[in-house]
Every structure is written in structure tokens, then in C-alpha cells.
């Protein structure tokens, strides 16, 4: 099974990256949000789709891969391609707000508290020198949250 999913990143002011992560429905583990690709619409429609739906954050996905991760869900194997999404907008009310949890976080925090060693590993492998050179390609001005 093949999934697409979405790193929220926040740009603090003091240029600090923080993740918002979500928990699993009905299970509290910490995740990013994601879901089955859909026909007609691209890996990074996808992931925002699944980003707003899920964690109730607006932004812009890079068409940059991270990497993927592994979840075993439901006795499958899941793997999970990532992509970066950088957050403009948290809305105050979502889809499925009623059903998660949402957390802010910084990079070591996230590392620790997500519920899957290959998403953490994910996280502590990503390239970010070459992330942070494709940010500055978005054309401004690129809303940062505080």
C-alpha cells in the first residue's frame, strides 16, 4: 500500500523550523497527516488536501520529495512519500478537528514523539540545507506564523 503525506513546517521569526504533527484517529499516536493518492490530483495536492483535512493547515507544498517512511497499518505495510509543506494559514476549525490532536513542535521534539521510528529517522535525514535553499525560490511574501 502507498500513501502521500505532508510535513507542516512552520518558519518561526528567529528562522527556527517547528513541525505540526497530528495524532492517528482513534489511536493518539503522533503523525503527520496523509492519505491515499487520488486520481486526478498530484502528490502535492494531495498532501495539502490531506494537511488541511487533517490538521487544519494551509500552506504551499513544495514539489520536492523528502523521502518516505514505513507504517504497518492494519497488519500492511504501508509506505508513505513525503513532502514539505510550509504553513501560512491554521485554521481554527477542521474537518477532522474533532478527531485529533494537534501538535507544534520543533525538529528534536518531533523526532522524539512521533510514533514511527522510520518517520523519525526520516525527519533527522532530511536534507534541510537543500530545503531551506528551495524556500527561498517561493516567490514572496511567504506568510510566517508566531
Request: proline share 5%; glycine share 6%.
Amino acid at each position: 500500500m502507498r500513501q502521500i503525506g505532508a510535513l507542516p513546517l512552520i518558519l518561526s521569526e528567529n528562522g527556527e523550523i517547528e513541525v505540526c504533527l497530528v495524532t492517528s484517529r482513534g489511536g493518539g499516536r503522533w503523525i503527520i497527516p496523509k492519505g491515499n493518492p487520488m486520481r486526478g490530483l498530484s502528490p502535492c495536492d494531495v498532501a495539502a488536501l490531506e494537511a488541511r483535512e487533517e490538521a487544519g493547515v494551509i500552506g504551499r507544498v513544495l514539489d520536492y520529495r523528502l523521502g518516505e517512511f514505513t507504517l504497518r497499518a492494519r497488519n500492511r505495510k504501508c509506505r508513505i512519500a513525503v513532502y514539505p509543506l510550509i504553513v501560512e494559514q491554521q485554521l481554527a476549525d477542521w474537518d477532522e478537528a474533532r478527531e485529533r490532536r494537534l501538535h507544534r513542535c520543533n525538529l528534536k521534539a518531533a523526532r522524539q514523539i512521533v510514533s514511527s521510528r522510520s518517520l523519525a529517522d526520516l525527519i533527522e535525514t532530511i536534507d534541510w540545507d537543500k530545503l531551506m535553499r528551495l524556500l527561498h525560490t517561493i516567490p514572496k511574501p511567504l506568510h510566517r506564523l508566531t
